[in-house]
C-alpha cells in the first residue's frame, strides 16, 4: 500500500509536532485535519514542481502545414519535458547555441520550441502524430466536512508519493507551522526562528534525494522552493 495521510500526520504528531496544539498524545486530533491539509497540499506543490514525480503524456493529430499547437492542458500543468516523435525525443530549441549544438535535428527540422499562452511549436521535420509528456501536480486533497470529523479515517486518504519524500514533505509543513508560531522571531527578522530551522532541513533533504538520485528531472526552468515566496 502507498503513503497515506495517516503517514504524514504520524510523522507530524509523533516527531516534529508533537509539543504543538494540533497534536494530543502524539497523535493528530481529527479536529485539526484541516489545519494541516492545506500545508500538505503546499508541501504536495513544490516536491512535485521540484521533481520529476508525475509524468502526463498527451497525443497531438498532426494536421498538415500546421506548426503551432495550443497545448490545452488543465490546472495540474508544471512544465513541458519531452517531445515525442516516432518514439524519440526530440531537443528542445531554447537557445541561439541549439542549431550548432544539435545542427543534424536542426537541419532536418526535428525539434520543438514552446510559444506563448500555452502553445508549442512543431520542426519542420515533424509530419505526423506526436506526443508531449510534461509534468504536472498532485491531485488536491480536499478539506473535510466537519460532519464528518468523527467518521473520516487519515488511512483511507492516499498521497501518490514515494516515502523517500517523506521527510521533506513533513519539514515543510513544520516550517509553515513553527513560522506561524514564531511570529515575534518573523517579524524581528531573526534568522534563528524555529521555521527557519526547518527550512534549512526542508532544503537539505531536498538537496539529498537529489544527491541519492531520487532527482530524475533535469528542469526546463528553475522550479525552486524560494520562486513559490516562502521565505
Do not use: C
Not at 494541516?36 to 498538415?64: A, D, H, M, Q, S
Not at 466536512?145 to 508519493?161: H, K
Amino acid at each position: 500500500m502507498g503513503m497515506t495521510l495517516k503517514n504524514v500526520f504520524d510523522a507530524l504528531g509523533s516527531g516534529e509536532l508533537f509539543q504543538n496544539a494540533v497534536s494530543e498524545n502524539f497523535t493528530i486530533r481529527p479536529s485539526n485535519f484541516n489545519r494541516l491539509i492545506p500545508l500538505v497540499n503546499l508541501g504536495l506543490i513544490n516536491l512535485f514542481r521540484e521533481f520529476r514525480l508525475k509524468i502526463v503524456e498527451k497525443e497531438f493529430t498532426y494536421v498538415e502545414d500546421q506548426v503551432i499547437y495550443d497545448l490545452n492542458i488543465e490546472g495540474d500543468f508544471v512544465e513541458v519535458l519531452d517531445l515525442y516523435y516516432k518514439g524519440i525525443s526530440l531537443p528542445r530549441n531554447s537557445s541561439p547555441q541549439f542549431k550548432y549544438e544539435w545542427q543534424a535535428e536542426y537541419d532536418a527540422g526535428m525539434y520543438f520550441t514552446l510559444g506563448n499562452s500555452g502553445t508549442i511549436k512543431i520542426g519542420k521535420g515533424i509530419v505526423s502524430d506526436f506526443t508531449v509528456a510534461y509534468k504536472a501536480l498532485h491531485p488536491k486533497i480536499e478539506l473535510i466536512a466537519e460532519s464528518e470529523f468523527a467518521t473520516t479515517n487519515a488511512e483511507d486518504i492516499l498521497i501518490d508519493l514515494p516515502y523517500a519524500y517523506l521527510n521533506a514533505l513533513v519539514y515543510f509543513i513544520s516550517h509553515k507551522i513553527s513560522t506561524s508560531l514564531d511570529a515575534q522571531s518573523v517579524a524581528t527578522k531573526n534568522p534563528f526562528n524555529v521555521g527557519n530551522n526547518y527550512l534549512g532541513l526542508y532544503k537539505n533533504e531536498v538537496d539529498l534525494l537529489k544527491l541519492q538520485s531520487y532527482e530524475v528531472d533535469q528542469p526546463l526552468q528553475s522550479n525552486k522552493f524560494f520562486d513559490s515566496g516562502f521565505v
